[in-house]
């Protein structure tokens, strides 16, 4: 978000409303799930994870604004918001072995794979537009993921399936061979 404010980029409005509308909306949803969480130990740990992301946010602006002038603050805050961003989107990659593994794609949500690849090529179309070289390289790549994500689900449901129907798995209760004489 920090990276739509005027005193990183000019002209950065759109991305600081869409941003500020996103981090509301994540603020909900962390709100409802605390509020609904059973356990007070998860509740815990959502608060200490906030507490840690708000003080990795705090040093990095920190650092960007004094050690940066405003030509060079755009360049900070891009290529660390493209890292991040990088890794939002590969975050699905460590699924894929398991896909791949059981020929399943049960454990791959197919609208969150829908998701990722048309955020990405949204993104990436205003970049293009806009001429944006940090939003253009990150959410590129994550429209590629997204593809590659699609590409691996619509194989594995379509051949995974087909495959898996071809072995026949023994039953759970087999009878016992044994005769019982009286």
Same mark, same amino acid.
């Given at each position: 978000m920090f990276y739509g404010l005027p005193i990183v980029k000019k002209d950065?409005?759109?991305?600081?409303?869409?941003?500020?509308?996103?981090?509301?909306?994540?603020?909900?949803?962390?709100t409802i799930y605390c509020i609904y969480a059973n356990d007070n130990k998860k509740r815990v740990r959502v608060a200490y994870i906030l507490l840690a992301e708000s003080g990795f946010t705090v040093i990095i602006v920190v650092i960007?604004? =004094?050690?940066? #002038?405003?030509?060079?603050?755009?360049?900070? %805050?891009?290529?660390? @918001?493209?890292?991040?961003n990088v890794i939002m989107y590969a975050s699905p990659l460590g699924i894929w072995k398991k896909v791949i593994t059981t020929k399943s794609v049960e454990y791959m949500p197919?609208?969150?794979?829908?998701?990722?690849?048309?955020?990405g090529i949204i993104w990436t179309i205003f970049a293009l537009i806009q001429l944006d070289i940090?939003? =253009?390289?990150? #959410?590129?790549?994550?429209?590629?993921?997204? %593809?590659?994500?699609? @590409?691996?689900?619509?194989y594995y449901y379509?051949?995974?399936?087909?495959?898996?129907?071809?072995?026949?798995?023994?039953?759970?209760v087999q009878l016992s061979n044994q005769t019982q004489t009286v």
């Open positions: 950065n409005i759109l991305v600081l409303t869409i941003n500020s509308i996103g981090l509301t909306i994540e603020l909900i949803y962390l960007g604004m =004094l050690a940066f #002038n405003f030509k060079h603050r755009s360049l900070f %805050f891009g290529v660390i @918001c493209d890292v991040f197919f609208w969150l794979s829908v998701a990722s690849l048309a955020n940090f939003i =253009l390289v990150s #959410n590129g790549l994550g429209s590629i993921f997204g %593809f590659v994500q699609l @590409c691996l689900y619509g379509f051949l995974g399936k087909s495959k898996t129907k071809d072995i026949e798995k023994p039953s759970e």
